[in-house]
């Protein structure tokens, strides 16, 4: 399991029961709030959250988690290799919305994405998002 250190997870047993029992690859998508829970709204652009079964992540990558498109790359390996591919998306995994520290490095890595996957980062999330 990788989880970004500034997620909070709800506590609640039923679900996390429902999401360590998943096969495959599980992807979790942030809830953003400011002031509580109760004001949180997901954020389909990034994934925070990963149990990975059976994932073989090459060496030779240019990836780094926390970075930008790395939770993406994530999906797209497993895709590669035919995993079952679960998104969570329901409020579990929150994150206190802050100052991006990233903006220098996103142009980077969002150009990286596309050349080594011959695809563009937002139709390839929207591929995803759909079936969320």
Known sequence: MLINGDIELK???KSWEKISNKKGLVCGQRFNYLKSYEDSKINL?????F???NLQVPNDDNFCFGLPCWDWWIVYLAQLQ???ISFIKFPFFFHKTHKR???QSCLYMINYFEKATNKKINNFRKSFINFI
Do not use: Y
């Not at 652009?45 to 959250?49: N, P, S, T």
């Open 51 to 53: 149990i990975i079964e």
């Open 101 to 103: 520290n990233w903006e």
């Open 11 to 13: 506590q609640d047993d």
């Open 45 to 49: 652009g990034g994934i925070d959250f």
């Open 82 to 84: 035919k995993l079952n």
